[in-house]
């Protein structure tokens, strides 16, 4: 009896690998935070803009776990429309 459609082992290490890879990037970005630099921590506790109801906005660093995925999902999104336009795979 058949619960899944994805039950091919190809299908299941498709699916695998991808989420395994960003759990453990995940991981790693958490860990690290942000790159420092000489002005990080004056960064985060100066503030540089002042909004209605009390909202103040810093220049403190980006996450680097955040630009791992974002760049991240730009690359699968490309790689995965240029692949299925040079392999013809009906959708």
């Known amino acids: 009896m058949r619960y899944f459609e994805v039950l091919g082992i190809q299908h299941f290490f498709m ?8 759990i453990a990037l995940f991981i790693i970005g958490l860990g690290f935070y942000h790159i420092k630099r000489k002005d990080s921590a004056e960064r985060e506790t100066r503030i540089i803009e002042r909004y209605s109801g009390g ?37």
Do not use: D, M, Q, S
């Not at 699916?15 to 960003?22: N, S």
């Not at 906005?57 to 955040?66: E, H, K, T």
């Open 15 to 22: 699916y695998f690998f991808p989420a395994l890879a960003f």
């Open 55 to 91: 909202i103040e906005g810093r220049n403190a660093p980006f996450l680097i776990i955040a630009y791992l995925v974002l760049y991240g999902t730009i690359i699968w999104v490309l790689a995965y429309i240029i692949l299925i336009g040079v392999l013809k795979v009906k959708i």
